[in-house]
């Protein structure tokens, strides 16, 4: 069976192809916006977005090094500020985000309730029929559990007319294991 993560990366692949816009929301160490950046190819765009500059510094040289840079938009700010960044006509076919902290670094700085549900109302009227928004929702952390709290109620509560959402995870696991949500665009809203 899939972990939370690699299935996330199985969604995308399904659903991101040459020339699509898609948004990564907490680039952390890069893999997945290297691995949207493939999928997108020299004709899409990926927009990145993280609060630490170690982040973006990570991403960036790893987009250097295997040549996806130039499709890649690294922004040095919180997901809350999509709007902000993503032109409203923009259609975007996957956005994905790992909620919590970037591996290896300062785990007092983490993703909050409020800046997640804002991005969430930013992507999905922007995703296009089809087009899925993916969330891994790490929570063993401080504050953790109030997020993880959080987002299962937005995702409870969005309309079955307009999207699926799916729950993914190891329930037998110990100390907080993560889960993936995945939302899946039914029809225009």
């Known amino acids: 069976m899939l972990s939370a993560l690699r299935f996330s990366h199985e969604l995308l692949k399904e659903t991101v192809g040459k020339g699509d816009s898609v ?8 893999n997945d916006t290297v691995l949207l950046a493939s999928l997108v190819e020299k004709t899409g765009t990926v927009y990145g977005f993280d609060i630490q500059q170690q982040a973006i510094d990570n991403t960036r040289q790893k987009l250097v090094l295997t040549g996806l840079a130039p499709q890649v938009k690294l922004f040095h700010q919180g997901h809350e500020t999509i709007s902000d960044v993503v032109e409203e006509s923009t259609e975007l076919s996957a956005a ?3 909620l919590g902290y970037l591996p290896k670094s300062d785990k007092s700085i983490v993703t909050k309730p409020d800046t997640t549900l804002k991005a969430f109302d930013a992507v999905l009227p922007r995703l296009r029929i089809g087009g899925k928004l993916i969330v891994v929702v790490y929570y063993g952390h401080e504050g953790g559990d109030a997020e993880k709290d ?4 937005y995702m409870k509560n969005l309309p079955q007319e307009d999207y699926d ?3 993914y995870g190891f329930i037998n696991k110990t100390n ?6 995945a939302v899946e665009k039914k029809k225009q809203n």
């Open 23 to 30: 948004v990564d929301a907490t680039v952390g160490n890069g």
């Open 165 to 167: 959402v799916l729950q």
């Open 176 to 181: 907080a294991p993560p889960f993936l949500l």
């Open 150 to 153: 959080a987002v299962l109620h």
């Open 96 to 98: 994905i985000f790992n």
